[in-house]
């Protein structure tokens, strides 16, 4: 059965510095994927940034970036220059082998930027 | 832009009374989810959907029940609603039409409460 894990319920960080967010992950399975998906109060999931298993380059988008270390079952999610905006529930998740393509959810990481 | 929506947004409403939660994508996408996330938790997935007329369980058991009878549309269905169902559902969607890593896309979430 898979398995994400998220140690941190609540972090915060100063307004432009660099924060990371833990995820360790658990499968059986060779292939897989890992996603990080922002929930601000508002509710709704937004999709930031996405780790194949096979992918031998950590994942880049903007300001978000993944350290995916596959020996250790690690997939942090760092977020450069951090902005007030930044403050939400952040979700990592990984995805299921099957033709379905679900997803497994970790507890999630609540980041309050601080001005 | 992902296009899903639910309605309604919040609903406040008795115990017994039967309810439906609307989720509706003009993506095209085949698959389609239902998770259920209780404040500051995770998602769990109780419901997906392969296609029309497929639907299957997820990990969460849920007394709700779901129909897929075309493809934009995925209800879901509580015959008798209980204090136990208050909770925030989010509809989500995937493929086709998306280019690799196929995320899904989710819609602003009904925050329902049972009293």
């Known amino acids: 059965a898979q398995k994400i894990t998220q140690t941190q319920p609540g972090m915060f960080v100063q307004e432009k510095e660099a924060v990371t967010l833990d995820c360790t992950y658990d499968t059986s399975d060779q292939s897989y994927g890992l996603f990080w998906y922002k929930q601000p109060s508002s509710g709704e999931m937004i999709f930031l940034i996405y780790q194949g298993s096979y992918d031998e380059q950590n994942a880049t988008e903007g300001r978000y970036s993944l350290n995916f270390q596959k020996a250790r079952k690690s997939a942090n999610l760092v977020i450069s220059a951090s902005q007030l905006g930044d403050s939400a529930m952040y979700f990592c998740a990984m995805r299921i082998p099957g033709s379905a393509r679900q997803l497994t959810f970790g507890s999630g990481t609540q980041l309050t930027v601080l001005p | ?115």
């Open chain 2, 1 to 115: 832009e992902a296009d899903i929506y639910q309605t309604p947004r919040y609903l406040v409403i008795g115990t017994g009374k039967k309810i439906t939660l609307e989720c509706s994508q003009t993506m095209g996408h085949d698959k389609m989810y239902w998770y259920q996330q209780d404040p500051g938790m995770e998602l769990h997935l109780i419901h997906y959907s392969y296609g029309v007329n497929s639907t299957e369980k997820g990990d969460l058991s849920s007394e709700s029940t779901v129909s897929r009878i075309r493809t934009e549309h995925f209800p879901l269905t509580l015959e008798s609603a209980r204090p136990s169902h208050t909770s925030q559902y989010l509809c989500a969607s995937s493929e086709p039409g998306t280019t690799y890593p196929y995320e899904q896309y989710f819609g602003p979430g009904t925050r329902l409460t049972v009293t």
